[in-house]
């Protein structure tokens, strides 16, 4: 099984609808992020945790929210969906006391608003 | 500001070295990230520089020069596997990384 896993992996759905995508982790680690990869650009941060009682607005949350549920689950929320919100969905984890900060990726969520 | 810039596609052979670069400009840094990507999958974590030089682990190396804002990738004995996205990234000043948008490598036989 996977240590990073995102659920659902593959979701289409019509502007306007409500939609979450849920993250959970089983490596222990206190840092969770969610980005949004699109083609010909970078990843960017929507929004990230620190701590269970720790929320951040990342380069791009407008549109998006987030609940962080327990230390091993962080879920993003689109209010309302629409078109351009149309991308690839990567939660990841760091460990707080690893000099590198890497990253760990779930598998990602490819969504599709209509 | 943030700016990170990488070739948007590169093509190599089979056997032979490709090196990958990127370039970026901020006024904070606490380091430079590789990660690969193949097509479809999550990134995966290739290598870490925050100090200027080379770092070699095994068929894959990467360089670093604080000055210059310039890191490279090298590959050597490419294999078919190495087909992939290579993403650059360096962390800021805030400890948040920011990414290029990737280098997209094919392997010719």
């Known amino acids: 099984d996977a240590d990073v896993t995102q659920t659902p992996r593959n979701r289409i759905t019509k502007t306007g609808k409500r939609i979450m995508l849920e993250c959970s982790q089983t490596?222990?680690?206190?840092?969770m992020y969610w980005y949004r990869q699109d083609p010909g650009l970078g990843l960017r941060l929507i929004y990230y945790s620190f701590d269970v009682k720790d929320i951040n607005k990342g380069e791009i949350s407008d549109g998006y929210s987030v609940s962080r549920q327990a230390q091993a689950k962080f879920s993003l929320s689109l209010e309302s969906a629409i078109p351009n919100q149309t991308a690839l969905y990567f939660c990841?984890?760091?460990?707080?006391?690893?000099?590198?900060?890497?990253?760990?990726f779930g598998e990602g969520s490819r969504l599709t608003v209509l | 500001g943030q700016n990170i810039d990488q070739p948007t596609e590169m093509t190599a052979t089979e056997g032979a070295i490709v090196q990958i670069n990127c370039t970026y400009q901020?006024?904070?840094?606490?380091?430079l990230f590789w990660y690969q990507q193949h097509a479809g999958e999550a990134p995966t974590f290739l290598s870490y520089?925050?100090l200027d030089g080379l770092e070699e682990k095994g068929r894959f190396s990467s360089f670093l020069s604080r000055s210059k804002g310039y890191s490279y990738l090298l590959l050597k004995e490419l294999q078919m596997k190495d087909s992939a996205s290579y993403l650059c990234?360096?962390?800021?000043?805030?400890?948040?990384?920011?990414w290029g948008a990737g280098t997209k490598l094919i392997i010719k036989p």
């Open positions: 901020t006024s904070g840094f606490n380091g």
């Open positions: 490596k222990g680690h206190d840092r």
């Open positions: 990841a984890t760091s460990d707080t006391y690893r000099d590198t900060g890497e990253l760990f």
């Open positions: 520089n925050v």
């Open positions: 990234a360096y962390m800021d000043s805030n400890y948040q990384l920011i």
